[in-house]
């Protein structure tokens, strides 16, 4: 019994100390018997003995009992302090809420104000967006009612618009021509052209009269001529009869000749014209052409004559003896031959190439050439293009001046503040035209229309190897990469060529004058060459006739011409102006040059 007293004693001070330790005042010390040890380890370490255990027993008591007092004072006064502390809490709580309760109520007082403030004002914006947009809706009613106005007269106004439109087309057309018409007008002022039309037409009137006059006593001096080559071949015929044994004789010799080649003939007649005799015979069996060769060449051997022509022609056998000096047998062109020239390119719209070293009339037979154009179409207009600003040419057609449209490597500008633009600007020029008309020409076979009528624009470029040899340091690299030329091409020259092949049906021809002969400088080719009619000049005879005769015939026969053309020209020295013309489509023949100024009067 009393160890059970002496264990629940130290239990219960045991879980006492660790109750207050818990609740954080410390009542006592935990005994240092007790660390590190179980409990039940304590409780047999501290089993006390029997004649202690009284002691021990009352002892604890008392302590005991006082501490227990000591807890219940310390609870009693927690309690007491606890009450206290929540009574206050409780006052300061409800004063809290009574102050919120004051602050929300005057928080709801303010918002109730700001909110009344907040109605009226959205009341008075309410009333103010009422009216404008009453306001506005007035104002769109009557926009719609001018819109429905300005609606009801669209159909009149687009009637009006194409009116307009069309006005605007015509106008147009009328600034075209006005613009074209300024360029006509500034072209003739800068030409000092002070002709009135009605004097050039009057003077045009008379030139033509001239003109008929002249055609007139040409047909009569013709008639007279060929009246006197009558009289002349009656006067031999009349000389041939006095000695017709002699004349017998030279027919019997020329048919014995035959004879012997196997070849027999009969007598058809004989003319002679100019010291020169010609004989037909009529073969009577069959023989070979190729003995006519060798009888030609025996006959100077027996007969007084020079070796004569045989040839077979028709049936018949013809021997031509021409009895006449070395330098009488060159065959002259007609005086008129530039005139038929230009009549033969006139009804094609051909081109033409002067190719000529200077001094030798290259100029001159241009000049010639631009007068028969004014002449023979007076509402053609000349573009003359020359680079030489200190070699250029002026000239005078039926009293009308013409200068260079274009002069130099670069434009010009006067003291007055005239500009004259370049040559390179009339090449340029000459693109854009043909640009232009080509494009007019398609759109109207596009609309299957009939192509458009253009007026004759004839291009006098003179010099043109020079701004061939010169056109990359003045016309700019974009320019000249426009044309996508070939290595051997050159921009001025393409621009020439392509408007020459295609510019006959665009009312466009072109006058080129060069020095030198050989084509590939201005880069062509020589089949370009053949597109115009080639006018030689005396030097470049040589190399053309070799290079660009058309056929070996005429080659041999221009060379042979030009060798008595020279012997001539150095007895008559006014036979040193002459040329070799190639036509497009004819033999070439050797030419003297018209005078000077021939067809510039008119």
């Not at 470049?540 to 026969?557: F, G, L, M, Q, V």
Request: hydrophobic share 35%.
């Amino acid at each position: 019994m009393k160890l059970s007293n002496l264990y629940a004693a130290d239990l219960a001070a045991f879980i006492l100390s660790i109750g207050c330790s818990a609740s954080g005042y410390q009542l006592a010390a935990v005994p240092p018997a007790i660390a590190g040890l179980s409990l039940s380890g304590y409780l047999i370490a501290k089993v006390p003995k029997k004649d202690e255990q009284k002691l021990l027993d009352s002892a604890r008591i008392g302590e005991l009992e006082t501490k227990l007092n000591e807890l219940t004072n310390l609870t009693s006064w927690q309690q007491e302090l606890l009450e206290s502390t929540e009574a206050k809490k409780v006052e300061e709580l409800a004063a809290l809420r009574s102050q919120y309760e004051k602050l929300l109520s005057d928080i709801k007082a303010t918002h109730l104000i700001s909110l009344r403030a907040k109605d009226e004002e959205l009341s008075q914006l309410n009333e103010n967006h009422s009216h404008k947009l009453l306001e506005a809706t007035q104002a769109l009613e009557e926009r719609i009612t001018q819109l429905e106005s300005e609606l009801s007269s669209t159909y009149q106004w687009r009637e009006n618009v194409a009116k307009k439109d069309a006005e605007l087309r015509k106008l147009n057309e009328e600034l075209a021509l006005a613009e074209k018409s300024l360029r006509l007008e500034e072209k003739r002022i800068r030409l000092d052209i002070r002709d009135e039309r009605g004097v050039t037409k009057e003077a045009l009137q008379n030139a033509q009269l001239e003109i008929q006059a002249q055609n007139v006593l040409i047909q009569r001096l013709q008639s007279e001529i060929t009246s006197l080559k009558n009289q002349n071949e009656q006067l031999f015929n009349e000389l041939y009869s006095e000695k017709s044994p002699e004349v017998e004789d030279l027919i019997k010799e020329i048919q014995s000749a035959l004879n012997q080649h196997g070849i027999a003939t009969e007598f058809l007649s004989k003319a002679n014209s100019e010291n020169v005799e010609v004989i037909r015979l009529k073969p009577v069996s069959y023989f070979e052409p190729t003995k006519l060769d060798l009888v030609a060449k025996m006959l100077p051997g027996f007969l007084d004559i020079p070796e004569p022509k045989i040839e077979a022609k028709k049936g018949q056998i013809q021997i031509r003896i021409d009895r006449r000096d070395e330098l009488d047998r060159i065959k002259d062109a007609p005086e008129n031959w530039l005139e038929k020239l230009y009549q033969d390119a006139a009804k094609d719209g051909k081109n033409l190439a002067i190719l000529g070293a200077r001094g030798k009339g290259k100029t001159e037979l241009a000049k010639n050439y631009c007068g028969l154009v004014i002449s023979g179409e007076p509402d053609s207009e000349i573009i003359y293009i020359q680079p030489k600003v200190d070699d250029y040419a002026s000239f005078k057609i039926l009293g009308k001046t013409f200068e260079p449209d274009y002069v130099g490597f670069e434009p010009i500008t006067s003291d007055s503040g005239l500009t004259i633009p370049s040559a390179y600007d009339g090449i340029l020029y000459l693109k854009q035209l043909y640009d232009e008309r080509n494009k007019a020409n398609q759109k109207a076979f596009a609309n299957g229309e009939p192509s458009p009528k253009f007026n004759r624009v004839f291009f006098l470029i003179d010099e043109l190897q020079l701004l061939v040899s010169r056109e990359k340091e003045f016309i700019d690299a974009d320019t000249l990469k426009t044309e996508k030329l070939r290595a051997s091409q050159t921009f001025c020259g393409k621009i020439v060529r392509d408007a020459v092949s295609v510019g006959r049906s665009l009312g466009i021809t072109a006058l080129a004058l060069g020095q030198l002969p050989n084509v590939s400088v201005y880069g062509w080719n020589k089949n370009d060459l053949y597109q115009y009619i080639t006018i030689f000049m005396s030097a470049n005879i040589p190399e053309a006739a070799n290079s660009y005769a058309p056929t070996k015939e005429e080659k041999n026969r221009i060379s042979g011409e030009l060798e008595l053309w020279r012997k001539r020209a150095s007895v008559d020295g006014s036979k040193d102006y002459y040329c070799y013309v190639r036509p497009m489509d004819k033999s070439g023949y050797l030419a003297l040059l018209p005078a000077p100024g021939k067809y510039l009067a008119g």
